[in-house]
């Protein structure tokens, strides 16, 4: 936390931790007023929290007004039949300056008709992405026929020379969704809207994207499709993005790209696939769709007020625009409640594949590791036991020390020392250590509650 002081003519800053948010920023207040005492820009507290009275009675500040626009403000009062209030010269007391003049009725204002967000199709001479015309270069006076042929022959020549992309093709055909293949595309080709649900890990993320646009450059219709992917965070939008391009054996920027708040990668303007936020999606609409073919909002289960936004635009943009294809794809929705506001679209299920998972207890990772939480981690926590509105905790059993004797005592010892209400950094950087020792390649997942 940090802000510039005039009077100093530097920037005074703070850094804290805390369990919480709240408290973090609580602690960096309380630095940086402390730097301002010191530094003499604040008096000390002088005990009291009463309301200066001598603030209420500053000398009044005289301002210059043009006489052009004294004139104005007179002529616009003189037509709301408006009698501005006069300050007695030798008035003692404040006087308020609002009129108690009641209008005997408002103006009435003409009905806004509903609007829709405009949409178009790829067409010649236009980037999607950049939302402007193209002034250079060879696609600027290609034609979306030349353009397709480009897309289809370049894709033979990588696929017939490049076999990293022949064994990447083989491992997207391993995947559930590729047993969907056709089953998707026509449901894509004949409905405006589609809802695709499967469970997590069938693929549906990184191959949905790519079934629609290697349909459209195999068919020589490739200039003719782009397509936008939302993603409810900005790291997933990156990461899928960056997948996506390694799987078609590019570099970001070529048939993938993204675009989030502060950064962005775009791709080429016909036949790309851009992977972006919700909030970028919504600040895309203010402008319009022009030259999006498919629209694929994923996680639609993470609904929040951008997302149920952009389902209302996007289901009145289908009802205007019936050439526009909308996808929402997820792995835990209501189906009929999303196919019923969308007029009933057809849902496309999409199994998964269940791999045998083990798994491991807090006393059982503390045994396997042999951890003993450290000594200053005891102290912060029993520091720890009021709220940051300062009202005690009412007393809460401490569940770690309620170890069975299945586990040594050294870890029933271990265990009893750490706090519920705290997570264990020293254990999770155990852990990965542990497993990194392990040598056996793989990733790693982990997940923490956030900060509300």
Known sequence: ????????????????????????????????????????VIEAFSGTLKKNKDAEQMPPYEVMVAPELEAQVYEVLGDLKIVPIKIPQDAKEPV??????????????????????????????WNPWTACNIDEGPLATANMDQISEDLLQGQKERLMSDSRLQNMIDQRNQLPVAAMRNEIMTAINENSVVIIRGNTGCGKTTQVCQFIMDDYIQSGQG?????????????????VADRVSCERGEELGLSTGYSVRFESCLPRPYGGIMFCTVGVLLRKLENGLRG????????????DVNTDFVMVVLRD?????????????????????FSSYFNNCPVIEVPGRAFPVQEYFLEDCVQL???????????RKSGSGDKDDGIPDEY?????????????????????????????????????????????????????PGWN
Request: glycine letters at 4%.
């Open 1 to 40: 936390m940090g802000f510039p002081v005039k009077q100093l003519g530097r920037k005074i800053s703070a850094r804290e931790a805390g369990s919480n948010k709240q408290s973090a920023s609580k602690s960096c207040a309380l630095s940086i007023v402390r730097q301002l005492f010191h530094l003499g």
């Open 96 to 125: 308020s300056l609002l009129s108690d003049q009641v209008l005997d009725d408002f103006v009435t204002s003409k009905p806004q008709p509903a609007g829709v967000v405009s949409w178009s199709p790829p067409q010649p001479n």
């Open 223 to 239: 200039a003719y499709c782009n397509i936008v992917v939302t993603q409810p965070r900005r790291i997933s939008a990156v990461s």
């Open 292 to 303: 999006v073919s498919h629209v694929i909002v994923d996680e639609i289960h993470e609904r």
């Open 317 to 337: 943009m289908v009802h205007t625009y019936p050439d526009v294809r909308i996808i929402l794809m997820s792995a835990t929705i209501d189906t009929t409640l």
């Open 369 to 379: 590791l042999k951890f003993v939480p450290p000594p200053d981690s005891r102290k």
């Open 396 to 448: 809460e059993e401490n569940l770690n020390t309620k170890v069975t004797n299945d586990y040594s005592l050294e870890t029933q010892k271990s265990v009893a020392m750490m706090s519920e209400k705290d997570i264990s950094y020293e254990l999770i950087e155990a852990l990965l250590k542990y497993i990194k020792g392990l040598g056996i390649p793989g990733a790693v997942l982990i997940f923490l």
